[in-house]
């Protein structure tokens, strides 16, 4: 049922109202370009498709973007002084009924010294800490070598995330409450080819046991090749391309599958959780959005530092710094003014703080001007994509208590899924999903699959305007008239396909190595 109105209008309002297209969430905000470590990049949440696992919800939140795999000697490790975090709406009041709370603990291996070597003889014979994070090749089975240990804890929070009940999350396997984390992809000299990084890494999944529920869930975090398909470069230059390259569906995948993100890797924080310990009641809708919080002041150390963190001491409150639930928005929606206010915020005060961004967006106005053959809709205010991109979608993924534009159950900007909705099939997963008639896509949740940029193009300029017909448009507070350009399939020449990911759990794909073994002469 391709472009039916009851099913496209979430997936085109939410990405519409994200105004249309870019990297999800990279350097988005002028802060949080200080702060790559706590840069949330993407969220997906998804009815997982692995074979075995559709009573299960995979949640991922993408963290430190635009990572190049030979980014040494140091590369990636996540924040030990910053709070990640992914909430659960689960009753449709616009506040967060579960939290998945992640703090990093990055340690030196010997108890703080390191790996050393014996360097020089005799009495001049000295050990000495190497400036490396391994001194040696790593297996799965064999970590001996690295003198750099991440570990992390996870704690569930039941109602407010900082005054509800909190619980640790506890290994499966022993009862730990502490996880190992895999080091990144350093390279094929330390690792071996991709196929020994993944025995590496998924040594690194845990099955874990989440208080409050009563099967077990598993949890993987790590360094993964990127996932986002987007031409970025050209899209930020003013979407440097020819009309009529844009405007085709027959380009949709002209320039590749990754675009510019084909080359980087990112970290990820991935969920598998049974769909009963995240839903309440008989609603099966959820929403979710990731953030991450640092402390409101740091002391740095002006004397000489020594050991891992030792320059900084952080103190005071938890200060949000990076929030991301649809992608797009703050990168493409809401105005310079209001970017850092938006990583601050939460989904309850979204009508008040951000409304304007939504009603009467600028990216239409924008891409007119760019291209005049493409005219801009022109009812105000944007009913049509405030309707899905805050309440959701009914029928789709919207919850039982929201019942409309301001008539019941807040206005919020969140990512929402409606778990009762069947998996598709690998095969059959389509990158424009709920605007292509497949229901379990975009933006009924996201899949590693997704189109977002494509989708976002094609609402952003009236698509739900002309898909169904003057009475459907009306509904959503438009008609055919108002968007002369909303049956354009606009595209950016960059589309994956289902099959370009893996089909396990954490689905995402192997880093891409800092460096590869020289081939033999």
């Known amino acids: 049922m391709p472009f039916k109105l009851n099913h496209v209008a979430h997936a085109a309002v939410l990405l519409a109202a994200a105004g249309a297209a870019v990297a999800s969430s990279h350097r988005e905000a002028p802060f949080i370009t200080t702060a790559p470590k706590v840069d949330g990049t993407d969220f997906y949440m998804f009815n997982s498709y692995e074979a075995g696992k559709s009573a299960n919800v995979t949640l991922i939140a993408n963290y430190l973007p635009l990572q190049d795999p030979y980014g040494g000697p140091n590369y990636f490790s996540l924040d030990p002084n910053a709070l990640y975090e992914i909430h659960i709406d689960n009753n449709g009041d616009g506040k967060e009924d579960l939290t998945f709370q992640f703090r990093f603990n990055n340690t030196l291996a010997n108890n703080g010294a390191g790996v050393a070597l014996k360097i020089g003889t005799g009495a001049n014979e000295k050990t000495v800490a190497i400036p490396l994070r391994q001194a040696g090749g790593v297996t799965a089975s064999d970590s001996s070598k690295l003198s750099y240990n991440e570990s992390y804890t996870l704690t569930v929070v039941r109602g407010d995330r900082r005054n509800g009940t909190r619980s640790a999350v506890t290994n499966a396997s022993g009862g730990s409450a502490t996880f190992a984390k895999p080091i990144d992809y350093i390279g094929e000299k330390t690792f071996g080819n991709a196929s020994a990084y993944d025995a590496y890494a998924n040594s690194f999944i845990h099955t874990i046991n989440i208080p409050g529920c009563s099967a077990t869930a598993k949890v993987f975090v790590g360094q993964r090749k990127e996932a986002f398909s987007v031409n970025l470069g050209t899209i930020f230059d003013l979407v440097n391309a020819p009309g009529a390259i844009i405007t085709s569906e027959s380009n949709a995948s002209a320039l590749g599958k990754f675009g510019e993100l084909g080359d980087k890797n990112v970290t990820s924080l991935a969920l598998e959780i049974p769909k009963t310990c995240l839903t309440a009641g008989s609603d099966p809708v959820i929403g979710g ?16 530092p020594s050991g891992l963190q030792a320059s900084e001491r952080p103190g005071g ?107 598709t099939p690998v095969a059959n997963q389509n990158p424009l999903g709920v605007a292509a008639g497949d229901n379990a896509g975009f933006p009924n949740g996201r899949r590693l699959v997704d189109d977002v940029v494509d989708v976002s193009l094609r609402v952003a300029m009236g698509a739900l305007c002309t898909l169904t017909g003057t009475a459907d448009a009306l509904k959503v507070g438009c008609k055919p008239g108002d968007a002369p350009a909303g049956g354009v399939a606009f595209v950016d020449g960059v589309r994956a396909s289902a099959t370009d990911f893996k089909t396990v759990f954490p689905y995402l794909n192997t880093p891409l190595p800092g460096a590869r073994n020289f081939p033999a002469n």
């Open 289 to 304: 959005w990731t953030t991450a919080s640092l402390r409101q002041a740091r002391l740095l150390n002006g004397s000489t």
């Open 317 to 423: 409150a938890w200060t949000q710094v990076s929030r991301l639930g649809h992608p797009l928005v703050n990168e493409v929606v809401i105005g310079l003014p209001d970017k850092d206010k938006f990583n601050g915020s939460k989904p309850l005060n979204d009508a008040t703080n951000f409304a304007d961004y939504v009603t009467n967006p600028t990216l239409p106005a924008l891409i007119q001007t760019l291209f005049p053959s493409a005219p801009a809709p022109t009812n105000f205010p944007r009913t049509d994509l405030m309707t899905v991109f805050l309440t959701g979608l009914p029928g789709l993924n919207r919850p039982a208590n929201v019942t409309g534009l301001g008539a019941g159950g807040p206005l919020t900007e969140m990512l929402r899924l409606n778990t009762a909705t069947p998996v």
